[in-house]
């Protein structure tokens, strides 16, 4: 049974980081594409970061380039999103959600999300 678990939301000050992780379990993690998600109220859902099954190419928004980082740790089954930087916009629930292929990933398995706050 595919499942991913996403830990590490929480508060944090306007340029403060922090570091989310996506437990994954029941695949091969290095065989699929992952990327993370978020949504803000109100808003739509955005895709932010996603790293490909081929060769592990990352791709970013624009919002976010240059201030997030996406890797992934196959030994740990786990996949990380490096926030640092942090807007106040980047308030949202960010979802980690893996397929075959990053073309795929929006009817992928995906989780429960986890809340990030941004906020002096």
């Known amino acids: 049974q595919v499942q991913l678990v996403e830990s590490g939301g929480g508060l944090v000050q306007p340029g403060g980081s922090l570091r989310l992780s996506c437990a994954t379990s029941?695949?091969?993690?290095?065989?699929?594409?992952i990327g993370w998600f978020r949504q803000a109220p109100g808003k739509e859902r955005e895709r932010v970061a996603c790293?490909?099954?081929?060769?592990?190419?990352?791709f970013y928004a624009d919002s976010v380039k240059g201030r997030f980082t996406i890797s992934r740790d196959s030994a740990k089954n786990t996949v990380y999103l490096q926030m640092n930087s942090l807007h106040l916009e980047d308030t949202a629930v960010y979802y980690c959600?893996?397929?075959?292929?990053?073309?795929?990933?929006?009817?992928?398995?995906w989780g429960q999300g986890t809340q990030v706050t941004v906020s002096s």
């Open positions: 029941g695949f091969a993690l290095e065989h699929y594409a």
């Open positions: 959600a893996a397929a075959e292929t990053i073309g795929t990933l929006e009817i992928g398995s």
């Open positions: 790293i490909s099954s081929f060769d592990d190419s990352t």
